[in-house]
């Protein structure tokens, strides 16, 4: 498996993960998510394997200080194999930030293996 920066050959295998975790925002617009994924302030990156994504990392970062983990993802058939792990430890220098923030409600024994605070948090819809 490698891990590396996102582009457009990886987009299909990034939209197949969104599908298959009931994540509409990229597969109902794959140019758009094309676009989020490679936009300024933005790390993303994809594990590969015989040329198969089998997890991607989606950051926002002011580049300094603060990033975001925005979506993260695993195909179900590969998790448990520390891709997740691979995938934040190759991102996250990438970013240039002192911290990551991120919200979760299905992965937070994972996250709380990483050195972390936990905070509670909101996510606004405007």
Known sequence: MNVLRYDRSHLDGVLAICAAEDWPSFP???DRAHVVLTAP???SVVAVEH???LGFAYLQSDGHIQAHLSLMAVHTAHRRRGIGRALLE???PLTGALRIDLVT???KDFY???THR???GFRIYP
Do not use: E, I, K, L
């Open 41 to 43: 302030g933005v790390t």
């Open 118 to 120: 936990t905070f509670n």
């Open 28 to 30: 109902s617009d794959p």
């Open 90 to 92: 190759y991102a996250a």
């Open 105 to 107: 409600d299905t992965a």
């Open 112 to 114: 709380a293996s990483f």
């Open 51 to 53: 040329g198969q994504v």
